[in-house]
């Protein structure tokens, strides 16, 4: 399978707690993106890398939140002191840039915090 | 970047064709037009993309007209397997986030 690869698929934690996820891009895609999609929701744009650098951060991250692209592979993202407002399903995308920027998806992180 | 508005919800029985309408009027000169497929608990997938007049590929075709201001999603004989939600988008070149609505609710009826 040659598609966005999320890890892990759902993930339980209590309030207060560290969580991570992990993406992994289509191999040829240098462009990763981090977005949140809360029930009833289109999806929120949380984040932006080209490469290893990341270029872009919406409000939305707070400090809490982290991201990383370590040699411009794969990329995690850490929330902190996790809070029950943080519940929702993250999702990774990535493109290969170009002018039309078709995003293609993974499956996303189901997060709930108790 | 440009904001769009299209229908909360459709029915459609299976067999029918479903016409989704998208209105953004404020599309800039530079803007593609793209729409996405999402089901329960998936990442959205991209179905289509335009710029002007009409664009067909093996699942969907896309109307747009001359003045760009609305688009249409038309998805041909839907099967239950349709059933999702269905977001519009526009953006343009140097556009790196997508802006996604609360998308179209498409429930396909045996």
């Known amino acids: 399978d040659t598609g966005v690869s999320q890890n892990p698929r759902h993930k339980i934690t209590k309030r207060g707690q560290n969580v991570t996820f992990r993406c992994d891009p289509i191999s040829e895609h240098n462009r990763l993106y981090w977005y949140r999609q809360t029930l009833g929701q289109g999806p929120e744009f949380l984040t932006y890398f080209q490469n290893e650098a990341q270029l872009e951060k919406s409000r939305l991250l707070s400090d809490r939140f982290s991201a990383e692209r370590p040699k411009g592979s794969f990329s995690t993202l850490e929330i902190q002191r996790t809070e029950q407002g943080d519940s929702a399903m993250y999702l990774c995308?990535?493109?290969?840039?170009?002018?039309?920027?078709?995003?293609?998806f993974g499956a996303g992180t189901r997060l709930s915090v108790l | 970047l440009a904001k769009t508005t299209q229908p909360i919800s459709m029915d459609s029985y299976e067999g029918q064709e479903v016409n989704i309408t998208c209105s953004h009027n404020?599309?800039?000169?530079?803007?593609?037009i793209t729409w996405y497929q999402q089901f329960p608990s998936q990442g959205p997938r991209f179905i289509i993309q335009?710029?002007?007049t009409k664009v067909t590929n093996e699942v969907a075709s896309l109307f747009i007209p001359a003045d760009r201001k609305s688009s249409t999603l038309s998805l041909p004989r839907v099967s239950l397997s349709d059933t999702a939600v269905y977001y519009c988008?526009?953006?343009?070149?140097?556009?790196?986030?997508?802006?996604f609505g609360k998308g179209t609710k498409l429930s396909v009826i045996p």
């Open positions: 995308a990535s493109s290969p840039g170009g002018a039309r920027n078709i995003q293609y």
């Open positions: 988008l526009v953006g343009g070149a140097g556009s790196y986030q997508l802006t």
């Open positions: 335009g710029y002007k």
């Open positions: 404020n599309i800039a000169t530079n803007d593609y």
